[in-house]
């Protein structure tokens, strides 16, 4: 008998189509004629002459990619000067970049924690850091979301000799903020490395957009441990480290997403480095990602978020789904997150400010999400 071992396939789409969690790809426009509150270019640096310019002539000088993991065919100065670069402005020791954010937090946990260790990670933590606990082969303790006494308790109950506690600084569905003072508190009690994701923290909390690690006074903390992403606020694609030399070093030795994977391509090296000039020439930038938040939210009548990201939770995945799409038909692109991404019941529109919103960019937000937004709200409510 011959039958279709991928029929399941067709069955699991049917059941997410049923739930409203079909995912679909479409077509991006290079000039799109709505406004974007959907992505992540906080300080819309995406398009700016100098980071473009910057990776064209990074292409120009050296090709199309890296041709291989920096360990085979080496490394170019670029990289280098990149990764001190980051390292300085958020005043880490050293910094090693990775190709992707996803790649730096496999690498660094995996590399850090190992049989033999615990990893305590909070229950909202981006799915790479998910990712790299399952991949790293230590116990995984998942703690309520910015509760510092179950992380106390994980740590003080351990029979494992090392241990990692893991974190995003500026949480990516909520855009809340981690007790990063008290959980380093915590880690630091009890011989734990506290690794911090500044992936939506970077180029927005702390002066001049140096992160929410350098914002609670924890910079070179030679416990704590920064991974971040270029691909949010410095408007290009990569990850990084950032934390002392010799974890640089041991990551170089140890990081398999380090070692496995193509070195990051010279033209985003490029623009990471334009995009961080002009932050640092520019640090007012990261204030008005915050002010734009604040605006938005007063907008769509949600408590102002302490980041550029300002969740409206309407609970309903298709409410959520048109909604979505409506704001689309409008001139105005929103995020739209629903499970897995968040829990069930907690769908929502994601709306990410940009430093670059117009006054009348505002105003056609206002109009288009208040209008859509009171529909949403009253089919949640006829459905409850
Ligand atoms: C908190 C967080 N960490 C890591 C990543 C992964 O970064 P990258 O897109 O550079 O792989 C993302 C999103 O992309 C993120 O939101």
């Not at 002539?57 to 993991?69: D, E, F, K, V």
Request: glycine share 8%.
């Amino acid at each position: 008998m011959t039958t279709d071992p991928l029929i399941w396939l067709d069955e699991r789409a049917a059941d997410r189509e049923l739930s409203g969690l079909r995912r679909r790809l479409r077509p991006r426009d290079p000039h799109p004629p709505t406004i974007d509150l959907a992505s992540n270019d906080y300080l819309g640096l995406v398009r700016h002459p100098e980071v473009v310019e910057a990776a064209v002539a990074a292409l120009r000088r050296w090709g199309a990619g890296a041709t291989g993991s920096r360990l085979v065919t080496g490394t170019t100065a670029e990289h280098e000067l990149l990764e001190r670069e980051l390292a300085e402005f958020v005043g880490a020791e050293a910094g090693l970049v990775f190709a992707s954010g996803y790649a730096a937090n496999l690498g660094v946990v995996t590399a850090l924690a190992g049989r033999g260790s615990l990893v305590v990670s909070d229950a909202g933590s981006h799915a790479s850091l998910v990712d790299a606990c399952r991949l790293s082969r230590a116990r995984v303790a998942i703690t309520a979301h910015r509760d510092v006494d179950a992380v106390a308790r994980a740590l003080a109950t351990r029979t494992e000799e090392r241990a990692l506690v893991l974190t995003d600084s500026v949480f990516s569905a909520d855009g809340d903020l981690a007790p990063l003072a008290a959980l380093h508190r915590v880690a630091r009690h009890h011989g734990a490395v506290l690794v911090v994701d500044e992936a939506h923290g970077l180029g927005v909390r702390g002066a001049g957009g140096r992160g929410l690690v350098h914002e609670t006074g924890l910079a070179g903390a030679p416990d704590v441990v920064i991974t971040a992403t270029l691909s949010k606020s410095l408007a290009t694609q990569g990850g990084a480290v950032l934390a002392g030399a010799r974890v640089r070093a041991h990551l170089i030795d140890a990081a398999r997403t380090f070692i496995f994977d193509t070195g990051l391509a010279p033209a985003a090296v490029g623009a990471a480095r334009a995009a961080l000039r002009v932050l640092r020439r520019e640090p007012e930038r990261a204030d008005r990602v915050l002010a734009r938040a604040a605006d938005l939210a007063r907008i769509a009548d949600v408590p102002v978020p302490e980041s550029a990201v300002v969740p409206v939770i309407l609970g309903d995945a298709r409410v959520s789904y048109e909604a979505a799409l409506e704001c689309r038909a409008r001139g105005v692109e929103v995020g739209c997150f629903r499970p897995p991404s968040v829990p069930e019941g907690t769908s929502r529109l994601r709306l990410t400010a940009r430093a670059d919103l117009s006054v009348d960019d505002l105003a056609v937000i206002g109009q288009v999400l208040t209008e859509v937004l009171a529909r949403a709200r009253g089919r949640e409510t006829v459905s409850a």
